[in-house]
């Protein structure tokens, strides 16, 4: 058997080069297809073998799971949620009967912050760790990086696994790295001169902490554009690099090329969506890494091009904990790779609008879905904005209340009563709701330094009770 | 040339057996001086060759730099300061002329924090960052871990090259890593939970966040020693893991060994002064893996054991950016292996207190030098104590004093008048200065999620006018 693909291979291309593998990433998507469906077929079989979890998941398909053939076969598998996970590894601490390795033959042992509840655990043997950097280098080519590059990276080396996923990225692609981490005091004044010094060609981070940056760079005096001079900058774990005034706030403050990538956790940093150098907005789904499926928030049915719908990821080579049809719960639409038609020449499918939402983050207020990222983009494309905002809705009796706090920018040429009509009229022309609007200054609201929270649903304990 | 040597070895010796190399570990000292000299004789000529640096640096040397071959000439090349890399890599930023690679080579790039001035920049390339695994691997055999066991990382993965260094030992070890870090909100809470569940069998961290972390978990209703079940506990960054009684403080929360490692950012966390599983107290120097003199701080000349002074290390092995009789600032003493007599039969000499301070940190008060870790040693054996204290020095006039804010356990047996009077005889009896005490509660002093920092000195101020 020739699975897994062996990884460590330390043959980089050409720095000229488009791509890392030529064949692979542009061949015709049907002939990927032929490869991804026998990939599934070696991937289910071995969960299937070695994990009394899906051996007991499995336990009533239709399908035989050792003898997958078609994807026919392969959507009648069960999709698997987050709480599965989260039961299994309740009844079987700490992995579940995920775990298709020796325990002592984990490399890596990573999890979610989990802030409510039980975490879910993720141990990683040392193959897959490899080929998540191989496979990772390989994304970040497409992204514009080349071994000559230096790269920070200015997320928190945590549970959290996009810091983790990129180091091992760029680290197999030969760059020069700068781990810098984040979210200790101080931290971010001293990331500022560090990079006004080190000048690296690009960053890895969040897109809010990219704004934090930019903003504490100016307070300090100064442009990041000019004393940063990124070429690149590359984003994870939150929506804000495929927002379209976001993004482009973001490439004005530093003048340079943004990337959104992006995965789940438990799927791992492959970031097996990722925007290339060429892409305007979005991102390229390479499924013949992690396969994905978009599938129907409601039937969990497959959707075709164009639809909006629910990732639902599959590990192709992954022999410790390997994920099958993991239904992520975030929402986006997708496209065929010729409707989108980048530069770049790979014919991924692509998510022209990136991830712009978890079906929980999406807010049903007065009968209209809205998700914040659209807020976001609303607010960001205002001159006068001050570039942070919190959404809070409530209930009032039956009705829901939108209510906006809104920063204005110091430098704001419209006056407070203005700006206040201003937001109101462009976000009711947005979502279909007309928000209350507080207007306050810039910076009085509190900047993160890692993922941003601006979503307070004060119904949902009502829900709860 | 057969230097430096290749890192990178996969083989782990039996996992019964007490060395990862017996030859190099329990040879008699005169044989390893032979070694170390021929290797300090090529590591010179290599940055004397490679560094415009040291060109310079040696310019006025009476011995041939590119030619030394006894410890005689070696003492005659000049000490590097601190202050000659602030000097250095402020004229020829970033890296210095210390590089001997080239800048697109270097794989990781760290710093000091450098909450003052310029902080210093060290770039490391790969073959030197795969070397550092290794012997970091070699020295934690000795301190009894394994590839079986489970090792978490509680420390903050920043510019602190403690954390990187303990993970890339750790990595090469073959143990199951758990890279958690620290100094998030919240993060040492869910650390207790994870610990809790995941058992692991070792923690890399500081002193003091042990403590932090061993308090938490109380809080919160664990037993450390019952619940957590570490075999052993590792420490670097502070000097907490040999003061006796700190040591033995955490020694009974956790019911586990505690092992005291250290050296400088410098040098990069090989760890080159380490505890084993035997030693009682301080730290064996593996001064094969860098070489370490100890220097009269006045003279600067060579001190036999049983002297106080500074260690001041030497890279073996350094091909990126190597440091050649690096004067560290820190104070400790050492013995030859026999007096030590410690078990585990390594023929390395002992620093008996471990690394005690720093010269910086050493408070000359009425004449009298004392140190911090010396108060927090006497501290730590009073049975009342709360576990957390606070010095301020101020010279009214022309006289020093020395001001202790000392926290008096929730259960204390002794009432608050008593502790102060206990508390003002024994730090009078160890130091020779008496304090004035003031006691407050448990818990009302800060907790730190790194290093503990505990002194204020206000008499600096005017030093510096």
């Not at 970031?271 to 928030?297: A, F, K, Q």
């Not at 978890?358 to 009968?367: E, H, P, Q, T």
């Not at 201003?422 to 810039?442: A, F, H, M, N, W």
Request: with cysteine; proline share 6%; charged share 30%.
């Amino acid at each position: 058997m020739n699975w897994p693909t062996a990884a460590g291979s330390d043959s980089r291309p050409d720095p000229d080069s488009e791509y890392w593998d030529e064949r692979q990433e542009t061949r015709p998507p049907g002939e990927r297809r032929d490869e991804i469906i026998e990939k599934i077929g070696e991937q289910v079989r071995y969960a299937y073998d070695n994990s009394e979890f899906y051996r007991e998941f499995y336990s009533d398909v239709d399908v035989d799971p050792r003898n997958i053939t078609s994807f026919e076969e392969f959507e009648q598998l069960p999709i698997l949620s987050s709480d599965d996970i989260k039961q299994e590894q309740k009844e079987h601490p700490p992995f579940g009967r995920f775990l298709c390795i020796d325990e002592e033959d984990i490399a890596r042992i990573y999890g979610t912050s989990g802030t409510t509840g039980r975490p879910k655990v993720f141990g990683i043997g040392q193959d897959d760790w490899d080929r998540i950097g191989e496979w990772h280098a390989q994304i970040l080519w497409s992204v514009g990086l080349r071994p000559d590059d230096r790269v920070i990276i200015t997320s928190p080396f945590i549970q959290y696994l996009g810091s983790w996923g990129a180091l091992a990225g760029v680290d197999h692609l030969g760059c020069t790295t700068f781990p810098f981490g984040a979210g200790m005091e101080g931290q971010t004044e001293q990331a500022v001169e560090w990079i006004a010094d080190l000048q690296p060609d690009a960053l890895y981070g969040t897109p809010s902490y990219a704004l934090y940056l930019g903003e504490t760079a100016e307070e300090r005096g100064h442009d990041p554009a000019e004393d940063f001079d990124f070429k690149v900058m590359f984003f994870s774990g939150e929506p804000g690099a495929s927002v379209p005034s976001t993004r482009r706030q973001i490439e004005t403050m530093f003048d340079c090329e943004v990337v959104d990538q992006g995965s789940m956790a438990e799927m791992t940093p492959w970031m097996s969506n990722s925007g290339c150098r060429h892409l305007e907005n979005g991102m390229h789904v390479w499924n013949d890494i992690v396969y994905t499926e978009l599938l129907d928030p409601d039937t969990e049915e497959s959707l075709e091009y164009g639809a909006e719908g629910v990732p639902t990821y599959t590990h192709l080579e992954r022999t410790s904990q390997p994920m099958i049809r993991y239904w992520s719960g975030d929402i986006t639409t997708w496209e065929r790779h010729d409707e989108t038609d980048c530069e770049c020449g790979r014919t991924y499918p692509t998510l022209p609008k990136g991830i712009y939402g978890r079906a929980d983050d999406m807010l049903v207020i007065r009968g209209k879905n809205i998700f914040p990222s659209q807020i976001e983009d609303q607010l960001h494309a205002l001159d006068d904005y001050g570039d942070e905002f919190r959404i809070v809705v409530e209930r009032e009796g039956a009705l829901d209340s939108l209510q906006l706090v809104v920063e204005v920018a110091d430098d704001a040429e419209t006056g407070p009563d203005e700006f206040h009509d201003l937001v109101r009229q462009e976000i009711k022309s947005e979502v279909g709701v007309t928000p209350d609007v507080t207007v306050v200054k810039q910076g009085e609201l509190d900047r993160t330094q890692f993922k941003a929270d601006r979503v307070k649903d004060k119904r949902e304990l009502a829900i709860d009770v």
